[in-house]
């Protein structure tokens, strides 16, 4: 082949992944939230690097499960709700957002709870800081296009990258002599099984699947209008490996906040990240003086990039299943995240913070309607066309689905 057309070919292929770049990468990101970041600080502190294999295994479900709800929206360029809705009735749709409308308000507290948490460490007071935070969150979900919105996001993402980077630095990498160093922890216990379970719960969460359905049909409706046209096999491509990229590296952040909080004395009782005193205290000894500070930016810029892809997620599912008029979007956003402010300000914060993990588990079972819904809809040859499942990805798909329900099922048996 000529080095001209080579030349070309791959400029356009540069061209082609920059353009479609941003919708699997801050779902991903979006997937290391303040509660994903505190279960895997907890499971540190109380197994070490005992559960770093089941972090690394979770790479496959999160790329199979985000990877078709991304297939969907490449195939029919309609965000997921507007999917069921269009094909299945509103009835269904409905019944597919709806465990999603009822976790997001409590993911919403967390999120505004990590920020509060990593600002109060820096000094500020969470009761002056939320009320600016949200104001901030809701001018970005209601102001700007999506397209504008995932730029700041793109860069905050860079900093939880740095930051938790820097926690483990800070930590340090435990002696393999040590008994918390063992990667491979097998222990039929039932708190074992519980932060598994947790783990597991952290990985895939509702509003990632409607945030990258409806955003990648967002970002190629953006790009048809421009003028530039990228084919549906070459767009599968793209969108393939920037989900895989994303899970690869949610999963080493995940693994590299087990590590960074390894062994830390009372960090494996939840009420510990609720209080900045007692995260100085215990840290400053063990990772130096600036590791309070570290992780409060890590936190800050995982509930931040939380905050954006839930509202945008959780509008997109809620208002395309109900067919609202997107001028109605903002009483979306405030509705479900100011009640999440309010709880922020006036409960314990310790107590919100004890929900975390039994929210993690709550989230497999909320899992359930659309990760069905995305299996009836992939295979759907009406609707997916040459995109439609193979027998070979929906057989995949489907033992995915079962060992993820699986791991809460047993968590809740072994705990009762």
Do not use: C
């Amino acid at each position: 082949m000529d080095a001209n057309v080579i030349k070309k070919k791959r400029k356009l292929f540069n061209k082609d992944t920059l353009l479609m770049f941003g919708p699997a990468w801050l779902v991903m990101m979006a997937d290391m939230d303040a509660s994903s970041y505190i279960g895997a600080a907890q499971t540190g502190a109380t197994l070490g690097y005992g559960l770093i294999w089941l972090m690394l295994v979770l790479i496959i479900p999160l790329y199979i499960v985000q990877e078709l709800a991304g297939r969907i929206s490449i195939a029919t360029r309609d965000g997921l709700g507007d999917v069921v809705r269009k094909n299945y009735g509103k009835r269904i749709a409905s019944l597919v957002a709806l465990p999603m409308a009822l976790t997001d308000t409590v993911t919403y507290g967390i999120e505004y709870l990590g920020i509060g948490i990593g600002l109060e460490i820096m000094g500020l007071s969470l009761y002056y800081t939320i009320p600016v935070i949200y104001i901030i969150h809701i001018l970005i979900v209601t102001r700007k296009r999506y397209s504008q919105a995932e730029k700041p996001l793109l860069a905050i993402s860079l900093v939880l990258i740095i930051a938790l980077l820097a926690s483990l630095f800070s930590r340090g990498i435990m002696p393999v002599s040590s008994p918390l160093a063992n990667p491979l922890l097998i222990k039929p216990t039932a708190s074992y099984f519980f932060l598994l379970a947790a783990n597991v719960g952290a990985v895939i969460m509702p509003f990632m699947i409607f945030f990258q359905a409806s955003a990648t049909g967002l970002k190629l409706s953006d790009i048809n209008s421009a003028g530039i046209s990228i084919k549906r096999r070459r767009s599968l491509r793209i969108m393939r490996r920037e989900t895989l990229i994303g899970a690869i590296v949610t999963e080493l952040l995940m693994v590299i906040a087990e590590m960074a909080f390894a062994g830390i004395p009372h960090a494996a009782h939840s009420s510990f990240f609720a209080t900045p005193q007692e995260l100085g205290k215990v840290l400053v000894p063990i990772a130096g003086a600036l590791s309070p500070f570290i992780f409060g930016i890590g936190i800050i810029a995982a509930g931040f990039i939380a905050l954006i892809t839930i509202s945008l997620g959780s509008a997109w599912g809620i208002a395309e299943s109900l067919n609202i008029s997107k001028k109605s979007y903002w009483l979306v956003y405030i509705l479900e995240s100011l009640p999440a402010v309010i709880a922020v300000m006036i409960i314990n914060p310790s107590s919100m913070i004890a929900l975390v993990l039994y929210l993690l588990i709550f989230f497999v079972f909320t899992l359930i309607a659309p990760m069905v819904m995305l299996w009836v809809i992939g295979r759907n040859k009406k609707i997916m066309g040459d995109l439609v499942l193979s027998r070979k990805n929906e057989a995949l798909y489907l033992t995915m689905f079962i060992l993820i329900v699986a791991t809460a099922v047993i968590a809740v048996a072994t705990s009762l």
